[in-house]
């Protein structure tokens, strides 16, 4: 089992930043894939960024390329998403999802059916 928890959420003004974190517990951190979705209310959950197991390689959707960066510090059992240059549309809930098995240490999965383990959300409003 991993437990995950994010946290840095918050209203902004479009235009600004926020960084948000993922805490894991529970498996070996650096094993597991790491991706970062987004649901607004009545539309479906979306894959915003994720970030490989072991060999570090990333993928984002088109429209937080260049402004989103997704990381993780293995040794914090943590892991990131940068948010710069913020718009209106950027806002809804946040929510980190891991997966920790044996897939291929280059591969960065982007369906919500490929986790295996999700957080709470943290909510990010961008309005001025």
């Known amino acids: 089992q991993v437990q995950l928890v994010e946290s840095g959420g918050g209203l902004v003004q479009p235009g600004g930043s926020l960084r948000l974190s993922c805490a894991a517990s529970?498996?070996?951190?650096?094993?597991?894939?790491m991706g970062w979705f987004r649901q607004v209310l009545g539309k479906e959950r979306e894959f915003v960024a994720g970030?490989?197991?072991?060999?570090?390689?990333?993928y984002y959707t088109d429209s937080v390329k260049g402004r989103f960066t997704i990381s993780r510090d293995n040794a914090k059992n943590t892991g990131y998403l940068q948010m710069n240059t913020l718009k209106p549309e950027d806002t809804a809930v946040y929510y980190c999802?891991?997966?920790?098995?044996?897939?291929?240490?280059?591969?960065?999965?982007?369906?919500?059916?490929?986790?295996?383990?999700w957080g709470q959300g943290t909510q990010v409003t961008v309005s001025s």
């Open positions: 999802a891991s997966v920790c098995r044996p897939i291929s240490t280059w591969y960065v999965p982007k369906a919500s059916e490929e986790y295996d383990y």
């Open positions: 529970g498996r070996t951190f650096s094993n597991c894939a």
């Open positions: 970030i490989s197991r072991i060999i570090v390689t990333t």
